[in-house]
């Protein structure tokens, strides 16, 4: 199940080059390339000649020639050469996607181009705010992109699988639990007060004490969570909004769909405390990129499970409120585009 009009990362920034970049993206082979200007582009990953991959071939300038039969396609997708020969047919063009650079990631278009409008483009500023320090960075997953989301929305899991950094009992058994539900939004927010801190939040935070802790985590579809998490020493009035003392992060999460059973996971961590101090920022991102290995196990274990059962889950507990929320609004999106795309076929 994919949704296909929206805007989607499709690599970091530093990964598009002049070195043409093959990537699947919702199951279609996508090539990314940099002009000569520095602008991103992306065509289709297939020659509309013999369908080898364009990704296989190199660039001339701001042109790409086809390693088989030399084919040369311009950044709007036009053939204009085709060696030995002066007539270009009217179908020698490869199809084009939409690209737009933005908080040090190359975002892509997959639906009807009429509709990507730039300003529908998920905020993740954090990534380029002065006031924040932040690093981000790539997982590839064996496994479905609404698992991923599911993981997020449900952070009863830190207690469990990330026990060694960002969890611990604490936040499964003592959480004060809101779930705000909007058409195409979901907000969770978890407060755990006066519990001890987990081993990360010592670690970067310096808490000897108690904290009062938040979660808030908000989901827009496709599949965009931004968590706002920190904590402060109990009882200084964070649930209040006075955050001062402690030490508040987000962790930024764009997730693409490869296919039906794989996934590019795009992350980053962004913290509103020792902004400037790099080696700072290396030691949150450390600690967030091992628990992210935690959870790539785990989603790679359902996916195995999945792959043999196909039948849905057989319980669901009061901790799945956020992912359920989530997993309604997709279907209920996914259904309104290919209601459209029929009544456009007709
Ligand atoms: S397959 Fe690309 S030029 Fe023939
Ligand atoms: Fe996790």
């Known amino acids: 199940m994919f949704l296909r009009n929206y805007w989607y990362v499709a690599a970091s920034d530093t990964e598009i080059g002049r070195k043409p970049l093959a990537r699947t993206i919702l199951g279609e082979p996508v090539v990314l390339f940099r002009s000569e200007a520095g602008a991103p582009v992306a065509f289709e990953d297939r020659c509309p000649h013999r369908h080898l991959p364009l990704s296989m071939g190199k660039l001339f300038g701001d042109v790409l020639q086809c390693h088989y039969h030399g084919l040369r396609f311009a950044a709007d997708g036009r053939c204009v050469r085709i060696p030995g020969q002066e007539h270009i047919p009217h179908g020698a063009k490869v199809r084009t996607f939409p690209v737009v650079e933005r908080y040090h990631w190359v975002w892509i278009w997959m639906g009807d181009p009429a509709l990507a409008d730039p300003a529908k483009i998920t905020d993740f500023h954090w990534f380029d705010d002065p006031n924040w320090g932040a690093k ?18 449900d952070l009863t899991h830190l207690a469990f699988v990330h026990d ?37 939040f010592k670690k970067v935070g310096g808490f000897t004490g108690n904290v009062d802790r938040w979660q808030i985590i908000d989901f827009t579809p496709p599949a965009f969570l931004r968590l706002d998490v920190g904590a402060t020493p109990t009882g200084t009035g964070a649930p209040e909004g006075r955050r001062a003392g402690g030490i508040g992060m987000r962790n930024l999460n764009a997730i693409t769909p490869e296919t039906e059973t794989t996934a590019h996971y795009f992350w980053g961590q962004a913290h509103d405390f020792d902004v400037n101090n790099a080696e700072m920022t290396n030691r949150i991102f450390q600690q967030i990129r091992t628990a992210f290995a935690e959870d790539v196990a785990v989603f790679t274990a359902q996916q195995k499970n999945l792959n043999i059962f196909s039948d849905p889950p057989q319980v669901d507990i009061n901790a799945d409120a956020g992912a359920l929320a989530a997993r309604r609004i997709l279907k209920r999106l996914y259904d309104e585009e290919q209601a459209a795309r029929q009544v456009a076929a007709e």
């Open 136 to 153: 981000s960075s790539y997982l590839h997953v064996e496994a479905n992109w609404q698992l991923i989301v599911d993981n997020l929305l």
């Open 164 to 200: 060694t950094t960002i969890g611990n009992l604490a936040l499964a058994e003592h959480a004060k639990v809101n779930v705000t539900r909007a058409p195409n939004n979901v907000v969770m927010t978890r407060w755990i007060i006066d519990q001890e801190p987990p081993p990360t």
